[in-house]
Nanobody
Framework: QVQLVESGGGLVQPGGSLRLSCLGS????????MAWYRQGPGKQRDLVAS???????DYAHSVTGRFTISRDNAKNTADLQMNSLKPEDTAVYYC?????????????WGQGTQVTVSS
């Protein structure tokens, strides 16, 4: 059974940092593009950052310069380092894995982790 499990969410003050981690089990993520999405209250789920199996990264404009996505194939993980957090970053963050040989129909998703940025 394939599972993606996110961890690291929580409550943080504006300007603070959090590190999210996504651990895969039942699947070798080496040849998957890993991504983080987020969904705020009443909003659609949007792409935040992605990293290909060759470690090419891409970011949403709103997080460029503040967030960093990384992967560790030996640990089967993908992390999202979030710095200079803003209240508008508040959302449920989801880990996504897409195989390089297929499209969205083959995606795996985690259950989500809540990030709340508030004073």
């Amino acid at each position: 059974q394939v599972q993606l499990v996110e961890s690291g969410g929580g409550l943080v003050q504006p300007g603070g940092s959090l590190r999210l981690s996504c651990l895969g089990s039942g699947v070798d993520l080496r040849f998957y593009t890993m991504a983080w999405y987020r969904q705020g209250p009443g909003k659609q789920r949007d792409l935040v950052a992605s990293i290909t199996y060759r470690s090419i990264t891409d970011y949403a404009h709103s997080v460029t310069g503040r967030f960093t996505i990384s992967r560790d194939n030996a640990k089967n993980t993908a992390d999202l380092q979030m710095n200079s957090l803003k209240p508008e970053d508040t959302a449920v963050y989801y880990c996504n894995a897409r195989p390089t040989w297929s499209g969205p129909s083959s995606d795996y998703w985690g259950q989500g982790t809540q990030v709340t940025v508030s004073s």
